[in-house]
């Protein structure tokens, strides 16, 4: 197993920032952050997202940065050059993969259906995300492929929120993605702080008190 996969396993969460500025996303990740999570991916849609990467991974030495709704192979290499530890994509793209295991950085495609998550195998894959995981059945369609795939790690996005959270991890997820329900654009609008920041800590101890059991 790739390192940077089973330090992400242990903290299971993967807050997902997607904003139309760079202010709204440094600011959501810096709350996240503070908040107590180890784990930030910065979307590809971000203004500046490698200066965002970047700046994380100097300000906080302790988490994990990875980059999201990578699309071309140059994302990933300017992302790894700007520090991101891991790579994750909405789809199944050969070049990506491809290199990815040249700079030997984790790389987690996007995959739906059994054909697609066997492809992401067949190449090699080893964690998947499922995405809309929430308009696909959720939590009943994760059960389902986890017991034709016991040993891919699956990263459920799409929907996620702290009510629904539990099920998912029941069913199966090694991971969870979540965005706007814990990335907030409203509430950061509205300077919300602790709300934001709340919510987080609220996440995060589901989750902690899930793993206890």
Do not use: C, W
């Not at 991974?57 to 700007?82: F, N, P, R, W």
């Not at 994509?89 to 984790?106: A, H, Q």
């Not at 814990?182 to 996440?203: H, S, T």
């Amino acid at each position: 197993m790739h390192k940077i996969l089973s330090k992400l396993k242990d903290h299971v969460l993967i807050p997902i920032i997607r904003t139309k500025t760079f202010l709204e996303a440094e600011a959501l990740a810096n709350l996240l952050v503070e908040s107590g999570l180890k784990v930030i991916e910065i979307t590809m849609s971000v203004p500046d997202s490698y200066k965002l990467i970047n700046q994380l991974k100097a300000k906080y030495s302790d988490i994990i940065v990875g980059a999201g709704t990578v699309l071309e192979k140059e994302q990933v290499v300017y992302s790894m050059g700007a520090g991101a530890q891991f790579i994750v994509s909405p789809v199944i793209d050969p070049k990506i993969i491809k290199i990815t295991k040249k700079y030997k950085v984790l790389t987690i495609p996007g995959a739906m259906t059994p054909t697609e998550i066997l492809s992401a195998v067949n190449a090699g894959i080893n964690a998947v995300k499922i995405f809309p995981a929430s308009a696909f059945g959720g939590a009943f369609y994760l059960k389902a492929v986890k017991q034709i795939f016991p040993d891919i790690a699956f990263m459920p996005t799409g929907g996620i929120d702290s009510d629904n959270l539990k099920s998912y991890l029941e069913a199966g997820a090694d991971l969870i993605g979540m965005g706007g329900n814990l990335a907030d654009v409203k509430l950061l609008k509205e300077k919300k702080f602790d709300e934001i920041q709340d919510y987080a800590k609220r996440v995060m101890e589901i989750i902690r008190d899930f793993k206890k059991k």
